[in-house]
């Protein structure tokens, strides 16, 4: 029996097939399919062992698993499925999420527009709300909530009290963590609230490789990043770059436990061995062989367009890469890119190094240079655009609308979401309070017709190929069919919305 | 504002006495970017309020999402704790820190800060 378990809900327990971009419906309320069906195909059950610990579990989880076992704490990742049994003897419980209550985009974003809450949010709600975790923490479970979406819980005290979260961790805790599951354990007071400052942070030394297999094999290379925009928190953080010994580590505990295909997880994985935003060619090749090695098939979670089209135009490195990564087991590998906004003049006040080496006047074409980079090399990306940035105009969001146009030849999702304050912005006030204006509608179709037009053949020619995803992939179809169809007079409807909110 | 210093280091005990009204809030604004451009590495917020559990969070969440330098640790107490978690934080040598709104509580705390640094 475990003194301290990890756990988290469905929407996160699962490796989404083995396709990471399924994750993303989980953060939509079911539209068009019934919720169960929804489930199954962005959420499908994780495998586990005999007492219930999951086979995969989210990595960030699976680093606090690791100081902990370190520690010498009975610990383990335990299926929210089999979660029962164990809270009848656990003193301590661990939670995590990338989206406890759907406040980040995109799912607020979902929520806004179809009133309907995100499947992921009523996952953790569950979760919570599940009678055995009340009884045990009748019988004085401490309950530790923490993950990139920890800030939430600040702006839901009532759930935070109803559910009886005890401490709440904000920040990268593996030196924070032993200290609090011991006080924990020892019913010494805890703090209800943990923020892990700059001197907290672990040095790369400090950080533990993982003992057992993350969701779909990622591996994290480097934390933090140089580029300092001004919406996003992990910039603050030191950059550390993984050693190749802990990275082959962390691969060998995913193959000998079965997971063959992975993610290297890094904020812009070209910028991996670099001091700043200059690529280092050498690091990254001899990363994509190690990688490779290991894995039969391989994607990037991160990279920065800037980067893209540096490390292209100055090394080839995108095209070394690609004889890297596509063999007979692979063609493609996907990637998540920001474009965030087309406005210079935004780029200039918000994020004036994402656009670095190159100038951020030059940021629409660095965008457009990297997209076609991209599509040649077939790469294919999921790209976010951020609407509602403090101080944007109606004309910054117009170019970002021309932007939207100039990619449109390109192979690619584009998705674009609504600002929620993080990093410098994180005490403004949210977008989702403001009007939403014409100039945001009318980005936000453009990102529609551009899905529109690419889903069918990413999904057909890439993504779900082969008769041992046509399950999936009609399921996926049929949902394309659904949009498609309720999209169908989209002018007319913006038009009756738009004489509805004057 | 009430303050009484023992030592100068990198960790000070922020202590907020009563409800966190809109002074209160200010004040700590205040203290807490004073404390940050002086290098304090970590700050221990300790709120001894009436309300209901957590409740004074709202008063605290901006201060609190602000800040992406310094470390916090945020305990909560019964008022009825004051003396005695003063007193065991000046004897450790903390440097201590006591904000107050309310005027009963604000001299309550005063006399029981002068009292312990008499006693040290």
């Known amino acids: 029996m475990f003194d301290v378990i990890l756990t988290t809900d469905r929407t996160m327990m699962t490796n989404h097939h083995g396709k990471e971009f399924l994750g993303f419906m989980a953060t939509g309320p079911a539209l068009g399919l019934p919720e169960s069906v929804w489930l199954w195909i962005c959420a499908p059950k994780m495998k586990t062992d005999d007492v219930g610990r999951a086979w995969q579990a989210p990595y960030g989880m699976r680093k606090i698993e690791a100081v902990l076992m370190d520690a010498g704490f009975k610990v383990a990742t335990i299926d929210p499925d089999h979660l029962d049994r164990h809270l009848r003897h656990a003193k301590v419980l661990l939670l995590s999420h990338h989206d406890y209550f759907a406040l980040c985009p995109p799912s607020s974003e979902w929520w806004s527009i179809t009133r309907k809450e995100p499947v992921n949010a009523k996952s953790f709600k569950r979760l919570m709300e599940k009678p055995s975790l009340r009884e045990a923490k009748r019988r004085g479970l401490k309950i530790i909530a923490g993950g990139p979406a920890a800030w939430q819980w600040l702006w839901k005290i009532d759930k935070w009290v109803e559910w009886g979260v005890d401490t709440v961790v904000d920040g990268e805790a593996e030196k924070v963590m032993v200290d609090l599951v011991s006080k924990a354990l020892n019913d010494e007071p805890l703090p209800r609230y943990v923020y892990v400052g700059v001197d907290e942070v672990p040095k790369l030394e400090e950080i533990p490789t993982i003992k057992h297999a993350s969701i779909n094999g990622l591996i994290e290379v480097t934390r933090g990043c140089p580029r300092n925009c001004r919406f996003c928190s992990v910039t603050l953080r030191p950059l550390r770059h993984y050693t190749f010994d802990m990275i082959e580590q962390e691969l060998k505990v995913n193959v000998s436990e079965g997971v063959t295909e992975g993610i290297i997880h890094s904020e812009d994985v070209l910028l991996y061995g670099s001091k700043g935003i200059e690529p280092e060619p050498d690091a990254v090749i001899k990363l994509h062989k190690l990688v490779k090695s290991y894995y039969k098939k391989i994607s990037w979670s991160h990279a920065s367009l800037s980067a893209i089209k540096r490390a292209e135009e100055k090394y080839k490195l995108v095209t070394k890469v690609k004889e890297i990564i596509c063999d007979d087991n692979q063609d493609y590998w996907g990637v998540e890119v920001g474009i965030e906004t087309g406005s210079v003049k935004l780029a200039k006040k918000i994020m004036p190094a994402k656009s670095a080496p190159y100038p951020a006047e030059m940021w629409p074409q660095v965008v457009e240079d990297a997209f076609a980079i991209m599509h040649e090399n077939n790469i294919i990306p999921a790209a976010t655009l951020i609407l509602g940035l403090p101080e944007e105009t109606e004309d910054d969001v117009m170019r970002t609308a021309e932007l939207l146009d100039r990619l449109r030849p390109y192979r690619s999702l584009i998705v674009p979401m609504f600002f929620v304050p993080m990093g410098y912005f994180k005490t403004h006030d949210w977008f989702t309070r403001v009007k939403i204006g014409d100039e945001h509608i009318e980005v936000m179709k453009r990102c529609l017709e551009h899905a529109l037009y690419w889903a069918s053949d990413i999904m057909s020619k890439f993504y779900l190929r082969g008769p041992r995803r046509a399950p999936l992939r009609w399921m996926l179809k049929l949902f394309l069919a659904y949009v498609r169809w309720r999209t169908r007079n989209i002018d007319k409807k913006i038009e009756e919305w738009k004489a509805r909110r004057d | ?120």
């Open chain 2, 1 to 120: 504002m009430l303050k009484v210093e023992t030592v100068m280091n990198s960790e000070v005990e922020l202590v907020i006495v009563g409800e966190v009204t809109d002074n209160v809030k200010k004040a700590l604004f205040e203290k807490f970017n004073a404390l940050r451009s002086r290098g304090v590495k970590r700050v221990n917020l300790r709120v001894f309020a009436r309300s209901a559990p957590l409740r004074y969070l709202e008063g605290l969440r901006d201060v609190l999402l602000a800040n992406m330098v310094t470390s916090v640790r945020l305990y909560e107490h019964d008022l009825s704790e004051l003396g005695r978690v003063l007193g065991q934080l000046v004897r450790e040598g903390k440097e201590l820190v006591a904000i107050s709104g309310e005027e009963p509580l604000r001299s309550q705390a005063l006399s029981m800060l002068d009292n312990l640094r008499d006693e040290k």
